[in-house]
């Protein structure tokens, strides 16, 4: 016989650096084909436009808003995937609590936290432990603060099958207003 897991508020494997916080609830260790993580993205962060060759991937937004988007542009720009549409006109959505994203491999997909306070979300990946171990570098990269090695992040998403398109940015949101794209006037 075989049991299930149940994984009470406020537990799960936590990593957490000054801005982030990542909270490991199912693993390698207990699934075999999903990892899933409550993820609490930080303002200002950015995590770029990329693409997985192989993974599957599923964000549920909890609490907050975030910037998401999960198609192929007409044209890949390397900038500010806020800005891309889809051949059929499709832009990124601001996604609030109860949002959720499906990503299948192959689809440029980003999100990002525009806002001034903190976003929550649930976030299932397959195959099973790849951002486990990728969460684990990546959050030892960013303990060290504001400086952040943008080559260090490269190679290590290179090494974890993330195609990076646009940048990953780790800063705060501008307070400057913003046009209905939401680009910064």
């Not at 994984?7 to 084909?33: F, M, N, Q, S």
């Not at 990329?50 to 609490?63: A, P, R, S, T």
């Not at 951002?131 to 080559?151: K, P, Q």
């Amino acid at each position: 016989m075989v049991d299930g897991l149940i994984i009470p508020p406020g537990t799960g494997r936590r990593l957490v650096t000054a801005a982030h916080e990542v909270t490991y609830k199912v693993t390698g260790a207990h699934a075999r084909h999903t990892s899933t993580f409550e993820v609490v993205v930080p303002p200002g962060f950015d995590v770029g436009a990329h693409v997985h060759g192989h993974g599957e991937e599923f964000f549920y937004v909890l609490d907050g808003e975030l910037d998401v988007l999960a198609f192929e542009p007409r044209r890949r720009t390397a900038d500010d995937w806020r800005t891309w549409r889809s051949e059929t006109g499709r832009g990124p959505v601001r996604a609030g609590a109860g949002s959720c994203m499906f990503v299948p491999p192959g689809c440029p997909h980003a999100f990002g936290n525009p806002t001034t306070r903190p976003a929550r979300m649930l976030f299932q990946s397959t195959p099973a432990p790849d951002h486990e171990r990728y969460f684990e570098e990546l959050l030892t990269i960013f303990e060290n603060g504001e400086r952040v090695d943008a080559e260090r992040v490269a190679r290590l998403r290179r090494d974890y099958d993330i195609h990076q398109i646009t940048p990953l940015r780790h800063a705060a949101p501008s307070t400057a207003p913003r046009d209905e794209q939401g680009r910064t006037r």
